[in-house]
């Protein structure tokens, strides 16, 4: 072992991954039935080198999905990565008040932002949308019952599921009506002195059609006012513009949410926001300062990277509205547009003979919980190899090193580039050829 561990090619392996880590990695290539030195230390060499690579990389969406949850959800604008960068490479102003000398509070680089941006008296941001309704709650309505319709009972993602929300709350569920119709007098029958909250959720990611029925906005708002109950109203996607345009009618916004008569409206930052993972609470500042005295508030606060970029996406919405977000731009790209990218990709591809790639009419979606089965129109790459099927080809594509993920559908591989942003189309060219 000394003498591998003293030889010129242990040398930059000792440098990169240290003497005791690499001792170790050696016994487990003797073990697999190495012999010789070269053959150890590059055994070794390649463990060390997987074992220490990020698994957490850049990848190129080809899906056509926007916000794609797996995928990170919304790239970050401009102004965003910036923020970042500035306030990771040193100490920053997290909870000091530079002007006065004195502690400061970390809500107040977002607050006022927020406020402004959703015409909100209150504003909180904690880790993520189910610790903005976890906190809402437990502070809230903690030990009493909250009124739900059944029809909103919704599961979002692999475990955010309201009911269990409630119950770590500790506030107990008091279901309303049934799946497909609920009245407001459904809400008035189980109302009661036990009653603490009106919880109403936002179906971004489903649709209930037919015989179905819910009660408008005002009315809700007039019942829990008569009631003496606020009404906490989880929006979810986070919408700051109607979506119209894309062909989803219909979408509510954040401020419209609270218009409507909302005391309290939560939802995700990283969805149609288009910033960090967060969770954010708006609406009625003494309600807002309740949650924000709560105990379960520190353990769900942002640090300082997510408030940073949060700060940067808010004040970037005043300033350029949805026009300086990458999801934005890539969902309003022209079809034109995305041809003739898709025809300048193939062309760099060309060099591969065993393989063929088409650009063929696609369909994009917003995803990530976001306006269920609204789909507009795409153009993407169909690709197909001489040797190769379609799972083959995708399974290369997201083993290189920045992965490529697309879909595969009637036997070809499609990458859509709606989702793949200009500056990805050479590296994905490049990519094709290679498929070998």
Request: net charge neutral; with cysteine; hydrophobic share 40%.
């Amino acid at each position: 072992m000394d003498s591998l561990l003293t030889s010129e090619a242990a040398a930059d392996a000792i440098r990169l991954f240290g003497r005791e880590t690499l001792k170790q990695e050696l016994r487990r290539a003797i073990a697999r039935g190495h012999v010789s030195p070269e053959a150890l230390i590059a055994s070794a060499r390649d463990a060390l080198s997987r074992h220490f690579s990020p698994s957490l990389t850049r990848a190129i969406n080809a899906t056509g999905v926007l916000l794609h949850t797996n995928l990170g959800r919304a790239p970050l604008c401009p102004e965003a990565r910036e923020a970042l960068r500035e306030v990771s490479g040193g100490y920053s102003t997290l909870e000091y008040d530079a002007e006065k000398g004195e502690r400061g509070k970390r809500q107040d680089h977002v607050r006022a932002l927020a406020c402004d941006l959703f015409g909100a008296p209150g504003a909180l941001a904690v880790n993520n949308n189910a610790a903005a309704l976890l906190l809402a709650m437990t502070a809230l309505a903690r030990g009493r019952r909250v009124l739900v319709s059944r029809g909103e009972l919704v599961a979002i993602g692999g475990s955010f599921k309201i009911p269990e929300i409630l119950e770590a709350s500790g506030a107990s569920l008091a279901e309303v009506g049934t799946t497909n119709r609920t009245t407001i007098d459904d809400y008035r029958r189980s109302l009661g002195p036990e009653v603490a909250l009106l919880l109403t959720v936002h179906p971004s990611n489903y649709e209930i059609r037919g015989y179905t029925a819910r009660p408008e906005p005002g009315e809700l708002a007039l019942f829990a006012r008569e009631a003496g109950i606020p009404w906490l109203h989880d929006q979810g996607t986070g919408c700051v513009e109607p979506l119209d345009d894309f062909g989803i009618a219909g979408e509510p916004t954040v401020a419209q949410c609270l218009a409507d008569g909302a005391d309290l409206v939560t939802f995700s930052g990283d969805k149609l926001l288009c910033g960090p993972q967060v969770g954010l609470v708006v609406g009625r500042k003494d309600l807002i300062a309740l949650l924000a005295a709560h105990p379960v508030a520190r353990a769900v606060r942002p640090d300082k990277l997510t408030l940073a970029a949060l700060a940067a996406t808010l004040a970037a919405w005043k300033r350029t509205g949805r026009d300086g977000f990458p999801v934005y731009r890539a969902a309003t790209a022209a079809i034109v547009e995305l041809e003739q990218r898709g025809a300048r990709i193939a062309s760099l591809a060309g060099a591969n003979r065993e393989l063929g790639v088409a650009v063929a009419p696609s369909e994009a979606l917003f995803g990530g919980g976001t306006s269920p089965e609204k789909r507009f129109p795409s153009r993407a790459l169909r690709v197909s190899h001489s040797r190769l099927a379609a799972e083959e080809l995708a399974s290369r594509l997201r083993q290189r090193k920045t992965p490529i993920v697309g879909r595969v559908e009637t036997g070809h591989l499609w990458l859509d580039l709606r989702t793949i942003s200009p500056e990805e189309d050479g590296e994905v060219g490049a990519a094709l050829s290679e498929l070998r």
